[in-house]
């Protein structure tokens, strides 16, 4: 007897009839691909082909080959903005996008490791890997959204006059009603980003915070650093700290003078024991409660090292003990829902990272986010 003919006595060539799989998130996905429409990705063939021109003539499949790229193929080559995205040279005309792109290369708020003013740099490279398409969720970004990168805010050697900068930016964009998203740059960019969101925004702004970090001290050493965002944000006239929302706080690194503060601005704080305590589910619904009673709009910061420094490396403040990657993820898609009116992705920091892996997460922070948005109708229908 041949040994393949002992293997699944009870399974082999069975003719049961087998259990219903339409229930699966995955058959469902197969389905509603059939759905999602390739009106711009067909438009950015098209003009890839006007602008980098007809492809030799040994190309068999011209489909989406030109001579010169213009496009999101190659994966590994051409011009790395978010997503390959159209590039913004011109910012007065950020009004025409639903979503634009902004880097804040800033780490002068560092207290131990820089190196984040490379993360925009670095976010961008690797968000070369995807394409604009999520199985799970149903939703092409290139057909839901028009997309822009606005490239890098100047940010001078100086914390007063980059995060003025950050914080004109940041308003400009929301000003003309498109969806800020900023990658970071250290978490004190925290403060002129809710800052410039603040100035726009008509009623209270909420702010949902995941991190290790308390980052709720008024000064570090003198200076508004990385440790010092939220006690400046929530001293915004429509930022109040009973509005603020901080998920993942714990272990070594959570200063005592930015947990007395955090204690005296009344802020809500959960730490990975609560979340495991009370669920995903349960910590979603919390943070949404709180960061929207009485606010008009919510502000996203997403602290890459609130996950488990073993899944992100390349972060100035490693920390274990942290948020499994999925269980970041389900937290902020679960926030986009409701919708957010700007996020932040920071303190990754391409030095330290292996891989990209670090950059990676917070590529998908984005991408997730922007499809909830998308799926729930918080965003987009300009196309």
Known sequence: MSFYKRHAPELREHDRELPDRSAF????????????P????????????EFGLEPADSIVDKTEISVFQRGELPHWSGINTFLKSPYLEDVRQVGEYDVAVVGAPFDIGTTYRSGTRFGPQGIRRISSLYTTYNFELGVDLRES?????????????????????????????????????????????????????????????????????????????????????????TNLPNCPPANL???????????????????????????????????IEKTIEMALEVAWKGA?????????????????????????????????LAILQGVA????????VVEVAPPYDISD????????????VLATMVKHGRIGGRL
């Open 337 to 344: 829902k409701e919708g957010v009116v700007a996020m932040e």
């Open 38 to 49: 390739d009106t711009q990705w067909r438009e950015e063939v098209r003009r890839g082909k």
């Open 145 to 233: 959204l028009k997309i822009a990168d606005v490239g890098d805010i100047f940010c001078p050697s100086n914390i007063t006059k980059a995060h003025d900068q950050i914080t004109k930016g940041v308003a400009h964009i929301l000003s003309q009603g498109t969806m800020p998203v900023i990658m970071g740059g250290d978490h004190s960019i925290g403060y002129p980003c809710a800052r410039g969101v603040a100035e726009v925004v008509e009623g209270k702004v909420g702010i949902i915070h995941l991190d290790r970090h308390i980052d709720t001290q008024e000064r570090d050493m003198d200076e508004i650093m990385h440790t010092c965002p939220w006690f400046h944000a």
């Open 245 to 279: 929302v901080q998920v993942g706080i714990g272990g070594w690194q959570v200063p005592r003078p930015g947990v007395k503060q955090g204690k005296r601005m009344g802020s809500t704080v959960m730490t990975i024991g609560d979340i495991e305590k009370i669920g």
């Open 357 to 368: 892996i670090t950059a990676l997460l917070g590529v998908r922070a984005i991408v997730d």
């Open 25 to 36: 998130q995955g058959m469902k996905a197969l389905d509603a691909e059939s759905t999602i």
């Open 296 to 328: 008009s709009a919510v502000y996203l910061s997403f602290d890459i090292d609130s996950v488990d420094c073993g899944f992100v490396p390349g972060t100035g403040w490693p920390e274990p003990g942290g948020f499994l990657p999925r269980e970041a």
